[in-house]
Nanobody, 126 residues
Framework: QVQLVESGGGLVQAGGSLRVSCAAS????????MAWFRQAPAKEREFVAA????????RYTDSVKGRFTICRDNAKNTVALQMNSLKSEDTGVYYC???????????????????WGQGTQVTVSS
């Protein structure tokens, strides 16, 4: 059984930094496409970043490029999202997701992922 457990969310001021992590069990992150999505109140879940299985290729949504970095620790079987220069619009519940196939055309779609964590709240105060 695959489980993804997020941690590290919290309250931070605009301009600050926060790191959220996702611990995986039942599946190795090195063999999985790992991604982060977020969902703000009354909004749809949106893609934030993804990292390719077997390599370091990553993809980001435009609004976080240059501010967020997704990284994987194969030894710990975790994936993290380092978030810098946070803005109020980054507020939301951040979800970790795992999939099997890397596709530039479809990586931003929630339907491309088989497993999801329960989410961790990130709140950026302005």
């Amino acid at each position: 059984q695959v489980q993804l457990v997020e941690s590290g969310g919290g309250l931070v001021q605009a301009g600050g930094s926060l790191r959220v992590s996702c611990a995986a069990s039942g599946r190795t992150v090195s063999q999985s496409v790992m991604a982060w999505f977020r969902q703000a109140p009354a909004k749809e879940r949106e893609f934030v970043a993804a990292i390719r299985n077997g390599g370091g290729s990553a993809r980001y949504t435009d609004s976080v490029k240059g501010r967020f970095t997704i990284c994987r620790d194969n030894a710990k079987n975790t994936v993290a999202l380092q978030m810098n220069s946070l803005k109020s619009e980054d507020t939301g519940v951040y979800y970790c997701a795992a999939g099997t196939t890397w596709s530039v055309m479809h990586q931003h779609r929630p339907s491309s992922y088989n497993y999801w964590g329960q989410g961790t709240q990130v709140t950026v105060s302005s």
